[in-house]
């Protein structure tokens, strides 16, 4: 539990934010998730479609160099699915 303190100094924020980022502050207070925008979907299916295509195409045709193309593809898919890309 917090102490009295504790309790006033997150009010005090919380004032804050109403003041300062009203439009945060309802969302944080209504607690639903942020919808990704969809043209960073649009991107990273793409790309996670691309990888896979082309290790797909370097295997069926014996092909290293479009099977490195597709490992390159799929190591720049993981950055960006773990990265902030696109995000605010």
Request: glycine content about 6%; hydrophobic content about 50%; charged content about 20%.
């Amino acid at each position: 539990m917090l102490s009295h303190h504790d309790r006033q100094e997150l009010e005090k924020i919380e004032r804050w934010f109403e003041l300062t980022e009203p439009a945060l502050a309802a969302r944080l207070r209504a607690g639903t998730p942020a919808r990704p925008p969809l043209l960073r979907l649009a991107v990273l299916l793409s790309l996670d479609i691309t990888a896979g295509l082309l290790m797909l195409l370097g295997l069926i045709l014996n092909s290293p160099a479009l099977l490195l193309t597709g490992m390159i593809t799929v190591t720049a898919a993981v950055i960006a699915h773990l990265s902030r890309f696109g995000r605010d």
